[in-house]
């Protein structure tokens, strides 16, 4: 699972770094960056969601000062950070919501792959 979780990740900031060039020829680099920094935002609030469900779950010891630490950076830092960026400029949501979607395509479609490889 970790491994899908770190493809997801790393697939999704590559293409977001590949699609942000498309978008700066296109559009303009405000929206580039915008996108990218979407993308960003939902690669790292998928990679603390594993973080707080790995030492929430965990057999082991729990330690609660980590899950402390990893829920005040996940709530009020990362969520305030992207209401922000959001307030910040009207025009540039649609370009930070496609940006946030790239992660959930890229889930979907190496979450098919990896089903696939596993029944072969």
Not at 32 to 51: E, H, M, Q, R, Y
Not at 68 to 75: A, E, G, N, P, Y
Not at 92 to 100: E, K, R, W
């Amino acid at each position: 699972m970790n491994k899908l979780i770190y493809s997801v990740i790393g697939t999704t900031l590559i293409l977001a770094l590949l699609a942000s060039f498309f978008i700066v020829y296109v559009f303009d680099f405000s929206y580039s960056l915008v996108f990218f920094a979407g993308a960003l935002w939902g690669s790292v609030n998928l990679f603390l969601i594993k973080c707080l469900v790995e030492n929430l779950l965990s057999n082991l010891s729990k330690n609660y000062i980590k899950v402390s630490l990893l829920l005040v950076l996940k709530f009020p830092l990362l969520y305030g950070a992207g209401y922000f960026l959001l307030k910040s400029e009207e025009q540039a949501v649609i370009a930070f919501m496609a940006g946030l979607t790239l992660l959930l395509l890229t889930t979907v479609l190496l979450g098919i792959s990896y089903s696939l490889q596993e029944r072969t």
